[in-house]
Structure formats: structure tokens, C-alpha cells
């Protein structure tokens, strides 16, 4: 995980963690997708364009994910202000 900002609190859980972002996190997983849960749902952004002009024009709340090319990675951004749930 990265994170476009220093993290708030993160709380370590049986499957996942609970992170308090304060800007944009990039989660990478080796397979299958991360799971992201939000007190307050968050808008799913969708396409390659649509994810990048939300990632580069935009500070709205939201959640993306895309696959990696040839692989069976998938790359999840997630923007809130609100502690998060990250699970797998």
C-alpha cells in the first residue's frame, strides 16, 4: 500500500486493516481485488480515463480498481476522509 499522505491511525485486523487516509491510497494485491468498506458508501469510479481524470482532477471521495495488463494483479485507489476498512 502507498499512501499520497502520512496515515492516521491504522488498526491491524483478523483479515485486513482499518486506516484513517488522509489523501489517496494505492493498494496492490498478487491476486483477486481488496475489499474496501466505508461508514459512508463511496462512489465507484470505473474506467481507465474516468479513473485517471478522478485521480488527477479530482479531490472527490471514491474507489477504483483496475487490473493490471497480463497479470492477476489489480491496483485499488481509494479517496475519503473517513477511516476505511481494507480487507482481501
Keep these: 500500500m502507498l499512501a499520497e499522505r502520512p496515515l492516521g ?40 480515463e474516468a479513473v485517471t481524470r478522478w485521480l488527477v482532477d479530482s479531490t472527490a471521495p471514491g474507489v477504483a480498481t483496475l487490473p493490471l495488463p497480463d497479470s492477476q494483479q489489480t491496483i485499488t485507489y481509494v479517496r475519503t476522509t473517513e477511516p476505511v476498512t481494507i480487507t482481501r
Design 9 to 48: 491511525d491504522v488498526t491491524d485486523l483478523p483479515n485486513g486493516l482499518r486506516i484513517a487516509p488522509a489523501g489517496v491510497l494505492r493498494i496492490a494485491t498478487t491476486s483477486g481485488k481488496a475489499t474496501v468498506t466505508s461508514p459512508t458508501p463511496l462512489p465507484t469510479i470505473e474506467g481507465v
